[in-house]
């Protein structure tokens, strides 16, 4: 309960983006966007209310203790704007590697740094080398005690606008990961004459971001800056990445509900023959689907984001999947909500302040950086064997999956010298579903979810057994063939349809809303996953999609963050004077006594 007042209270405290006359309102970021200018104002806004804290580790003397609670505010800053929640992140992702790779002095100097305002980058990517790292051309070289840093990083989130930036620089010669070092560097002590920013890259989406490039000219840093020892940049990198890729989750889940927002609200309004576009079956199942997948994004986002305390081993696998298909998956439903707004999809200004087609722009870029959609992949193709075999054995760390998919579990503290750039174990979550379709056959058995919701499961483990075969007789190249990338996008959907499993089970006790009794949801989402296995299967779920349609108006009209575990947000009306969450309209319905007990 706490957790859920805390992220209440954030949201409150943000105000209410529907008045337009807000400083972080729906209004301002469209205005912002179409003078392509950066929301500093808004930016200021977030470190008055404290947001730099979640970027910054307990144990480096911020408050981020819980990556399930950074990863919600991040998801209520892009919900009502992801040019801010990007802008604003960016600190987050560019100190990860001094968090994960950094001396404890180090990072507790970082730290204060970050609680004191100070804006990280990160500095990976080259004009002459995306994706690939190990190319990277940048160098330090070494002088007298210090370094001296020559080269171009390019597009950089926040490279103008930043005070550090965290480097990735060749230090040895030679091709192998060991000659690339990270360097903490600190553009506020570095001489002038050093440095030189490349103007900002005009973009599709995210317009008013600081998208720009940085050049150093014999850059002198101390040898204080490298972050861990030399050489362990690519490894401390990959590290952060597994961190950073499971957090972008935060910013499709915001840009999700935003768009599905402006979809109801249109199909709420628009009448064409003679009645609501809301009451057309095709319109209601569009939504229901969009919900749905929501819902399921949500579910593989909050275990993977809970997974980074309980099963850190295993990120490897788990960000990888998560930055394939969440991203992804709101990208298609972005798509297809667009559809239903029709012409209204299209207007840049005249229909909700085209917030619309700014979230489908904006989204298209979660995902682009931070590791595109087919490096992603590529990470989960380089660990198919271990997969296999963790899948046949079917091993897990029960006790780490529990407490990943138990909302009311304590999360341990995270422990960054469990990250490993393998995962020895493969994937518990995804090695849990035969039990959790198991499970869910015994529940069937007993009356409590629908024989129909049971055989879903069974087929989408049939499903999986199937994919793992498929899995085992890939044999690794240098030339991935593109068959691989299809296995491994349908793993991706194995998790997700795991994650859902996991989180129904592990908390469905004492919740009665219709949400979630008798599995509604988790019905819904198996529905979506095993249609993505077998899209020829007959379409029998409207009773379902038109059951769910309902909970999401429910949600809508309560003013509730669309959620497994809803709570209010700053738009629903009486919030700021409401004395507990417990009073807020339709929350008890949507998501059961369970969740008072947080
Ligand atoms: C708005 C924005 C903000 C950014 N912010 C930052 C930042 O703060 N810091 C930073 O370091 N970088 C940043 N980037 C850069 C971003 O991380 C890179 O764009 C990204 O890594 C991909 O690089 P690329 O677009 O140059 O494409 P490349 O990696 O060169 O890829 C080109 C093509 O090759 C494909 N491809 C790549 N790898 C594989 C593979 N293994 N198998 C098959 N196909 C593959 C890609 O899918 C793509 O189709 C940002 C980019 C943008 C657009």
Request: charged letters at 20%; one cysteine or more.
């Amino acid at each position: 309960m706490r957790a859920l007042s805390e992220l209440a209270a954030f949201e409150c405290a943000l105000g209410d983006p529907t008045d337009r006359g807000g400083a972080f309102s729906f209004a301002r970021c469209a205005e912002l966007d179409r003078a392509e200018e950066f929301p500093a104002d808004i930016c200021r806004l977030l470190d008055e209310l404290g947001l730099p804290r979640q970027y910054v580790p307990a144990e480096f003397g911020g408050g981020l203790a819980s990556y399930e609670q950074a990863m919600q505010r991040i998801r209520l800053v892009a919900r009502r704007d992801l040019t801010v929640a990007i802008a604003h992140g960016k600190t987050y992702l560019g100190s990860v590697p001094v968090w994960v790779g950094g001396s404890a002095a180090q990072a507790c100097r970082l730290g204060a740094d970050v609680l004191g305002g100070a804006v990280v980058s990160l500095g990976l990517t080259e004009p002459e080398h995306g994706s690939d790292l190990l190319a990277s051309d940048v160098t330090a070289t070494p002088a007298g005690a210090g370094w001296l840093v020559d080269g171009e990083k390019w597009l950089i989130n926040n490279a103008t606008r930043g005070d550090l930036l965290a480097v990735l620089a060749r230090t040895a010669d030679g091709a192998g990961p060991r000659a690339l070092s990270l360097l903490l560097v600190d553009k506020r002590r570095l001489p002038a004459g050093s440095f030189q920013h490349s103007p900002a890259v005009r973009t599709h989406g995210i317009r008013g971001a600081d998208i720009s490039g940085i050049t150093f000219t014999a850059a002198p840093v101390p040898a204080g800056a490298v972050i861990g020892p030399v050489g362990t940049g690519v490894e401390t990198t990959l590290k952060a990445l597994q961190l950073t890729r499971t957090m972008c989750a935060a910013l499709s889940l915001g840009a999700a509900d935003h768009a599905l927002r402006l979809g109801l609200r249109f199909a709420l309004e628009h009448r064409l023959y003679d009645r609501g576009l809301i009451d057309l079956p095709h319109a209601r199942r569009i939504l229901a689907e969009a919900y749905t997948d929501l819902l399921v994004a949500e579910a593989l986002s909050l275990v993977a984001a809970r997974s980074v305390h309980t099963l850190t081993g295993e990120l490897s696998v788990t960000s990888a999947l998560v930055k394939y298909f969440v991203p992804a998956t709101v990208e298609e439903l972005v798509g297809r909500l667009g559809q239903l707004l029709g012409a209204r999809a299209f207007f840049t200004g005249t229909y909700a302040d085209g917030m619309f087609q700014k979230v489908e722009r904006d989204h298209r870029v979660v995902g682009i950086f931070d590791g595109n959609t087919l490096v992603n992949l590529n990470a989960l193709i380089n660990q198919f064997g271990r997969l296999v075999r963790g899948y046949r054995d079917g091993s897990a760390d029960q006790a780490g999956l529990a407490a990943a998919a138990t909302f009311t579990a304590p999360l341990p503290a995270f422990d960054r010298d469990a990250l490993t750039l393998l995962a020895r174990r493969g994937s518990s979550l995804v090695q849990s579903l035969p039990a959790c379709v198991d499970e869910l056959q015994a529940l069937a058995g007993a009356g409590v979810v629908p024989a129909e919701l049971a055989g879903h499961a069974k087929q989408i483990r049939e499903a999986v057994d199937d994919l793992h075969a498929r899995l085992a007789a890939h044999r690794p190249s240098r030339d991935v063939p593109a068959a691989a990338f299809t296995l491994a996008k349908r793993y991706t959907w194995a998790a997700a349809a795991a994650a859902c499993m996991q989180l129904w089970l592990r908390n469905r006790a004492g919740r009665t809303g219709e949400l979630w009794a008798g599995g509604l949801w988790l019905d819904a989402a198996l529905r979506r996953t095993l249609r993505r296995f077998q899209p020829a299967l007959p379409d029998t779920d409207d009773a379902v999609f038109d059951r769910l349609a309902g909970c999401l108006r429910q949600q809508y009209a309560a003013g509730q963050l669309f959620s497994v575990q809803p709570f209010p947000l700053a738009e629903a009306a009486g919030l700021a004077e409401a004395p507990g969450l417990a009073e807020a309209p339709g929350l008890a319905e949507a998501s059961g006594p369970a969740e008072a007990s947080r």
